[in-house]
């Protein structure tokens, strides 16, 4: 029986984790991007991975926020057009004005 290619970890469609984490490359990252990063990373006394990662979660906390608001102003917007039709108010605010 032949064994096959690849077994073990490295059988398609088998993840790789380290500590629970993804291992990804970046490919073609523009030179001034590059420094940018490097800087901040040193500055902030941090490893150049360290501030990718930072960088990526602060995007995806932004894009999580931007989900949510989405999505709740979607339910306030299906809850307003449920109530029923409001009068016109501007005869009880006239009215009111001319009580004081």
Not at 12 to 24: C, D, E, L, Y
Not at 73 to 88: I, V, Y
């Amino acid at each position: 029986m032949a064994q096959p290619l690849l077994s073990g970890s490295l059988a398609p469609g088998t993840k790789r984790f380290q500590n629970g984490s993804m291992n990804i490359t970046l490919k073609n990252v523009p030179d001034k991007v590059y420094r940018i990063v490097k800087r901040a990373a040193k500055e902030q006394g941090r490893s150049l991975n360290a501030q990718i990662i930072r960088a990526l979660e602060a995007e995806a906390a932004e894009f999580e926020r931007r989900r949510r608001t989405h999505n709740w102003l979607a339910k306030l917007e299906r809850f307003r057009n449920s109530l029923p039709p409001q009068e016109d108010s501007t005869p009880l605010i006239r009215r009111e004005r001319q009580r004081h």
